[in-house]
């Protein structure tokens, strides 16, 4: 005889449209891996890459002068810094500059392009 089947527990209201956390882990795993910071920047090379990283320039510049519009601004955190695509361009405006990220792959990638 069969045993019935148990309903599966209804899905949480607050989870919902999050990724599941296996997936996000094994995103996060990959993200981490060396490799993947050896090989990042190359994401905004090209013809295509830089356009996107102009773009992603402008819209942090931006996002920097509306926060100077509050009052003074002397350093900023990015979070995530990824390999540090920013750091050059900020560090240009005159500001302190601290790049926070859970790849430490990341992290020794940013250091190396401004130690």
């Known amino acids: 005889m069969d045993s019935p089947r148990a309903d599966p527990p209804p899905a949480d209201p607050l989870r919902a449209g999050f990724p599941r956390a296996d997936s996000s882990s ?3 795993e990959r993200y981490r891996d060396a490799r993947v910071a050896e090989t990042y920047d190359r ?3 090209g013809r295509r890459g830089l356009r996107r990283q102009r773009r992603k320039e402008r819209a942090v510049l931006r996002a920097v002068d509306s926060l100077g519009a509050l009052g003074p601004l002397s350093s900023v955190l990015d979070v995530p810094c990824g390999s540090g695509r920013f750091t050059e361009l ?3 405006r005159g500001l302190l500059y601290v ?3 859970l790849s430490p792959a990341m992290l020794l990638q940013a250091r190396a392009k401004a130690p």
């Open 43 to 45: 994401r905004w090379s």
């Open 90 to 92: 900020l560090r240009a």
């Open 99 to 101: 790049g926070l990220d």
């Open 26 to 28: 094994a995103k996060l």
